[in-house]
């Protein structure tokens, strides 16, 4: 059985940090791209960050970029996503996301519950 199990979340200030975990089961997960997904109230859920399985390779959107770092433990079957210097526009739910398609390569994808983060100014 697949399980994604986002933690980390909580109430922080504006130019504060938080540290998000995923932790897997049911997959080989370092197979698997894996990445972040966020939603804020009334919003469409956005990527904030992609980690592919391959190559390593990382993307994030241009709001999080030199603020978030995505980083796995393939040993420990963890992602991580570091955030600095939050501001109240990172508020959101926050979503641990596997698989999906890369290019013409496709993997079952898979969601966690999410995480709620609230950034006050």
């Known amino acids: 059985q697949v399980q994604l199990v986002e933690s980390g979340g909580g109430l922080v200030q504006s130019g504060g940090s938080l540290r998000l975990s995923c932790a897997a089961t049911?997959?080989?997960?370092?197979?698997?791209?894996m990445a972040w997904y966020r939603q804020a109230p009334g919003l469409e859920r956005e990527l904030v960050a992609r980690?592919?399985?391959?190559?390593?390779?990382?993307v994030y959107t241009d709001m999080v970029r030199g603020r978030f770092t995505i980083s796995r433990d393939n040993a420990r079957r963890t992602l991580y996503l570091q955030m600095n210097n939050l501001t109240p526009d990172d508020t959101a739910v926050y979503y641990c996301?596997?698989?999906?398609?890369?290019?013409?390569?496709?993997?079952?994808?898979?969601w966690g519950q999410g995480t709620q983060v609230t950034v006050s100014s």
């Open positions: 996301n596997a698989g999906g398609c890369a290019g013409s390569v496709c993997w079952p994808e898979y």
């Open positions: 980690s592919t399985s391959a190559t390593g390779r990382t």
């Open positions: 049911g997959f080989t997960f370092s197979t698997y791209p």
